[in-house]
């Protein structure tokens, strides 16, 4: 069934959802709760380094990045675990992706870390 609100009330229900969808990663997701503390810990740093905007803007959206795909890989495994707890080659493989892009996202988030703190650090 669609969503019938328009304009204001859609936002609000919007923000609505999107604070469920988050309290529920927070809940039921262990990978999320670690994933959080390590990326306010990074945001955290990230604002108390000194690099330009571009710079600050690339380390905070790669941790950013992380938990959007963690999110997405958990809504993945939701959906593949309410059709069924049987094994199905086709499930296994939806959950193989969904990590697979959270470790990718990881990777990303690493390099572009590595990257600045290198240029920043050793590079100038």
Same mark, same amino acid.
């Given at each position: 069934?669609?969503?019938?609100?328009?304009?204001?009330?859609? +936002?609000v229900k919007?923000?609505?959802?999107?604070?469920?969808?988050?309290?529920?990663?927070?809940?039921? /997701?262990?990978?999320? =709760?670690?994933e959080l503390v390590a990326a306010v810990l990074a945001i955290i740093l990230a604002s108390w380094l000194d690099v330009g905007a571009i710079a600050r803007i690339l380390l905070i959206g790669s941790v950013l990045l992380v938990m959007i795909?963690? +999110?997405l890989n958990s809504a993945i495994e939701a959906v593949v675990d309410r059709i069924g707890t049987d094994y199905h /080659?086709?499930?296994? =493989?939806?959950?193989?992706?969904?990590?697979?892009?959270?470790?990718?996202?990881?990777?990303?988030?690493?390099?572009?870390?590595?990257?600045?703190?290198?240029?920043?650090?050793?590079?100038?």
């Open positions: 069934m669609a969503n019938q609100a328009t304009g204001l009330k859609r +936002i919007a923000v609505g959802y999107s604070y469920k969808g988050l309290s529920a990663a927070w809940h039921n /997701e262990a990978a999320f =709760r670690q795909v963690e +999110i /080659e086709l499930s296994g =493989r939806a959950k193989d992706m969904g990590s697979a892009a959270v470790s990718l996202a990881i990777i990303l988030a690493l390099f572009v870390w590595g990257s600045v703190l290198w240029l920043h650090f050793v590079g100038n």
